[in-house]
């Protein structure tokens, strides 16, 4: 059920609509188009439909490493090797090398957010060999083997239309007595943002259309840790109101880190930046600038097995 309806908090009348819209999409059978999900999710994280992404770390960079810091803070990770999956811009994977981690991979589905993250080690005179990233899905094999000792992934399960498999994955490429530590979106994650989107963008175009972002309560992510035989589960919740200066700026926050990929339905360049525009001038009209922040941090440890001696 969970990935047919919205999970997630809306006004009455907007969730009933998006509901509505979604079981649509759910009867033409374009939830199962797994593969064209994530390309668009590919494609907005690469800039393909708006530009509003550029602007990732600028409007976002501050909101996004208060998260990757409290993700952090409940991790050893001195000395640790370290797998950041979904990593965007490098916030998590650039703060884990401050803290002392002694290698980091950091995995992204878009090659513009991996290629600003190469920008930034070349920039910041970085080591390549301690710090590398890669183009790579986290629903696929990352890797061979299991040498990570901490995987991480900051506000990227919400993407994931199979989020057991991405679960299992992590778990996978860790070493035994591994780490793992997420933050992903709950459900009352920019609500107020998704609303004012939904209420305005152009249903004759959107019909049909189902949104591909996941979000979940702790409950949800404490099963799919519990699933994977995790020990040392630990799950909590945090929620916080982002205070922005305008309702412009909390426009192209929202607008930015998640890559509004909803416009791809949108034809042409000019059609979708006019249709943002009206959604800018919404959340003006609205006064919109407290954006509730959903966040559900989840810890666990991959279990040693313990060899049978037969002798
Ligand atoms: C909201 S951003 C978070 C980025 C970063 N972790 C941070 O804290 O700033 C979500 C990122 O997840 C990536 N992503 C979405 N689906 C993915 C997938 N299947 N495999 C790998 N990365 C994915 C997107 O490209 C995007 O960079």
Known sequence: MNNIFW???????????????FFISWL???????????????????????????LYDKTGGKHYSHIAEILLNDIEIKGKTILDVGCGTGIVSFLALEKGASNILGIDLSRKMIKSCEKKVIDNNLDSTIIQFKQTDAESPIIKGSSFQVVLSSLMLGFIPNQLKVIQEIKRVLEPGGLVGISTHGPEHYWEACDATFRIIDKKIAIGYRVEFWPRNEIEIKSLFKKCDFKNIKVYRLKWKEQFDSPEKAYDFFAATSSSWWFSKFPTYNRRMKESRRIRAYFKLKGIKRISMDVILAYGEKPIDKKVNYA
């Open 7 to 21: 999970g997630g908090k809306l006004t009455i009348p907007i969730k009933i609509l998006i509901n509505t819209n």
């Open 28 to 54: 033409l059978g374009k939830n199962k188009n797994i593969p064209a999900m994530k390309h668009r999710i590919r494609l907005g994280y690469s800039g393909t439909y708006t530009n509003h992404v550029n």
